[in-house]
């Protein structure tokens, strides 16, 4: 009985490994075709920045507001919070009164991060 067990779980993950090969090797096969295929020239006027058509002015390391990947951060937290509520939508009279518990102790902590950005003023800009 077991044996046959794990032979099922052989074959379950055999699909995953197979994508898993081919991803590997696109991405293999794209890096070594665009070293072999690619330009090899570089000159001076090669290796200078460019941006949109422009001469570049000044350093490239000038300081920028935090506020800027903070929001970004937020941004992918709570977007990444909203896939967790479709399949709860879909299912919710099937899980029941503790399908809904469940949600609100794992939306709590969200919620809390959340206020505190507001109080904090993170999502205010100058």
Known sequence: MEA????????DY???LIQFIVAAGFVSATFFL???????????QKLQS???????IGSARL?????YFLAAILFVLFDIEIIFFYPWAINFRE???GG??????????????????IKKGALQWD
Request: hydrophobic share 50%; proline share 5%; net charge positive.
């Open 4 to 11: 046959s067990v794990f032979e099922g779980i052989k074959l």
């Open 14 to 16: 055999f699909a995953i």
């Open 34 to 44: 665009s070293h072999i295929v690619g330009p090899k020239r570089k000159g001076e």
């Open 50 to 56: 460019f941006e949109c058509g422009l001469d570049s």
């Open 63 to 67: 300081p920028f507001s935090v506020k």
């Open 95 to 97: 899980l029941g009164i």
């Open 100 to 117: 809904l518990i469940k949600m609100i102790i794992f939306i709590a902590p969200f919620l809390l991060g959340y206020f505190y950005v």
